[in-house]
C-alpha cells in the first residue's frame, strides 16, 4: 500500500513537528437554526450563485455531530485541529456575546484539551454576519471596529482555552473573490471595491493583534494567508515584468504591509479610485508583530505580458497536471515559495496551514482508493521539507481537510477531505490518503 515518504533524517518525522487538520465554521457545521444569517447563506440563496445550488443549512452537520468528530479527529493521531469560529454564531447585533453559541466552542475547545489536541482557532473565515454586510461590509471601516470587538469578547470568554489564535483566514479571498470579481459572498465586483475591503480587514486584522496580545498573550497569535505563487511563461522583459506585477497584486499586497507596514509599488500604478483609503495610523496598527505566520498553498498560475489597455499582466489557464478543481498540481511552488518569502522578509515561525487537493473519489465497498491525493500529499511534504532543507523554519503542517465539506461556490461538488463524507447519513469514512497521514504520524520519532 502507498505511503506517505519524509528523507528518514526530516525534521518533520520528530514529534517537535506538529501536524494537524483543518475545517472552517461554515463549511462543516450546519446548525444554522441556532445562529444568525452570515454572507454565505445570501449568497447561496441568490441563483446560479453556486455550481450545485446548494447551502450550509446543513453542511457535515459538524454542529450536532462534533463529539465523533474529535474522535475521528483523536483516531487520526494529529497534535492539533484548526477550526473556524462563526462570528454570526457567537455575536448578536448589538455586539454582544451569544452565550448558547459560546458554549458550543467552548465545549469543543475543552474536549479538545481533554484529548490533547492543541486548538487553533480561527476568527474569521469567511462568514461575516449578513448584519454587518447590510451596512456595508468590508467596505466599511466600521466593520474592521466589530471585529475587534467581536475578538476581544471572544478571546475573554474562551479563556486559556486556545493554543493559537489566526485573525483571518486567506484576506485575498475575501477581498478579491467576495468584492472585486464576485464569484464569493456577497458577490460585489469591482476593483475599487477590492483594494478597499483588502485594506479594512488588514485594518481589522492589525487591531484583532493588538486584542489578541492583550487577552491571549500566551497564545500563538498570528494570520492566515494564501499564496498562489506567480510564474512567467517567458524570460521576455515584458513577461517577467507582468509577473512581479501579479504577484505584488495577488500575494504581495497582503503580506506586505504586515511585514513592511508598506504597500506593494503596484499601488503607485493603480488609478486614484482604486486606491484604498488610508487613514494615518492605519499601517502602524496593520503591522504588528506575529508570533507566527499560517500559510495555504495548493497551487500557482502562470502570467505573460497584458493584452488590454490598463491590465498589468495576463493570466494563464492552469497547467496540467491538475486537481479536481482544476487546479495544477506543482509542488515546487510550494518549495519557491518558502524559500522566496523567507528572503523577502523577516518572518515568524511558519506554519502551513493548509494544503491539499479536491479529487473525484469513489466509495467503493466502504473504501476511498484516493491514492492521486495520496500523492498530492507526498510531494506537497516533500516540497515543505525540501524548504527546511534550505533554511526556511516551518513549525508545522496542517492537511486541508480534516472532511469533505461545502466548498464555497463549487458547493459540495469537490472533495478536499481526508474523509470521505456520505451528506445523505452523514457517515464519515477514512480515505487511503486519511490512512496514510495516520500511519506517517504514529511513526514519528521523539
Ligand atoms: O476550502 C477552502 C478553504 O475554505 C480556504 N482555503 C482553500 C480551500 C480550498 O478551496
Redesign the pocket.
Known amino acids: 500500500m502507498k505511503k506517505l515518504s519524509l528523507p528518514a533524517h526530516s525534521p518533520m518525522q520528530k514529534k517537535s513537528f506538529l501536524y494537524g487538520v483543518a475545517t ?1 465554521s461554515f ?1 462543516i457545521e450546519g446548525g444554522a437554526d441556532s445562529r444568525l444569517p452570515c454572507i454565505w447563506d445570501t449568497f447561496c440563496a441568490t441563483p446560479g450563485k453556486i455550481a450545485d445550488a446548494s447551502n450550509g443549512l446543513t453542511a457535515c452537520d459538524h454542529f450536532n455531530k462534533w463529539e465523533e468528530d474529535i474522535n475521528l479527529i483523536e483516531s487520526i493521531g494529529v497534535d492539533a485541529y484548526r477550526f473556524s469560529v462563526s462570528w454570526p454564531r457567537v455575536m448578536t447585533k448589538d455586539g454582544n456575546v451569544n452565550q448558547d453559541g459560546v458554549d458550543f466552542y467552548i465545549a469543543l475547545l475543552d474536549r479538545l484539551n481533554e484529548k490533547g489536541i492543541k486548538p487553533f482557532v480561527t476568527l474569521y ?2 462568514d461575516l454576519p449578513q448584519y454587518l454586510e447590510d451596512q456595508g461590509g468590508w467596505l466599511n471601516r466600521q466593520t474592521a471596529y466589530e471585529f475587534a470587538n467581536y475578538a476581544n469578547l471572544i478571546t475573554q470568554a474562551f479563556g486559556n482555552r486556545v493554543h493559537s489564535y489566526a485573525t483571518f ?2 484576506p485575498f ?1 475575501s477581498a478579491f473573490l467576495g468584492y472585486e470579481i464576485g464569484v464569493h459572498a456577497p458577490g460585489k465586483a469591482s476593483k475599487e471595491f477590492g483594494r478597499k475591503a483588502a485594506h479594512h480587514i488588514l485594518l481589522a486584522h492589525g487591531l484583532g493583534m493588538q486584542v489578541l496580545q492583550k487577552n491571549s498573550p500566551d497564545t500563538l497569535n498570528g494570520i492566515v494567508l ?1 499564496f498562489t505563487p506567480c510564474y512567467p511563461v517567458s524570460q521576455s522583459d515584458a513577461d517577467l515584468q507582468a509577473t512581479d506585477l501579479a504577484d505584488q497584486y495577488t500575494n504581495q499586497w497582503y503580506i506586505k504591509p504586515l511585514m513592511h507596514k508598506a504597500y506593494p509599488e503596484i499601488i503607485d500604478l493603480l488609478p486614484a479610485k482604486q486606491r484604498p483609503e488610508i487613514h494615518e495610523g492605519d499601517l502602524e496598527i496593520i503591522g504588528q508583530p506575529m508570533d507566527y505566520l499560517g500559510i ?1 498553498f ?1 497551487t500557482r498560475l502562470t502570467y505573460s505580458a497584458p493584452t488590454v489597455e490598463g491590465e498589468f499582466f495576463t493570466e494563464h489557464e492552469h497547467l496540467y497536471p491538475r486537481t479536481d ?1 482544476g487546479w495544477e498540481i506543482y509542488p515546487k511552488a510550494l518549495t519557491d515559495l518558502l524559500v522566496r518569502m523567507n528572503k523577502l522578509y523577516n518572518l515568524p515561525p511558519i506554519y502551513i496551514t ?1 494544503n491539499g487537493a ?1 479529487m473525484a473519489d469513489e466509495l467503493i465497498d466502504g473504501e476511498v482508493q484516493d491514492l492521486d491525493r495520496l500523492e498530492y500529499y507526498d510531494q506537497h511534504l516533500n516540497a515543505v521539507n525540501n524548504a527546511i532543507e534550505a533554511g526556511v523554519r516551518v513549525d508545522g503542517y496542517f492537511a ?2 480534516l472532511m469533505d ?1 461545502f ?2 461556490a463549487e458547493g459540495y461538488l469537490k472533495r ?1 477531505g481526508l474523509v470521505y463524507v456520505d451528506y445523505d447519513t452523514q457517515v464519515r469514512t477514512l480515505k487511503q490518503s486519511g490512512i496514510a497521514y495516520k500511519q506517517m504520524l504514529a511513526q514519528r520519532s521523539e
Do not use: G, M
Open positions: 472552517a463549511q473565515h469567511w483566514n486567506e479571498c494564501n495555504n495548493y478543481i493548509e479536491a486541508w481537510s465539506n466548498e464555497w478536499f
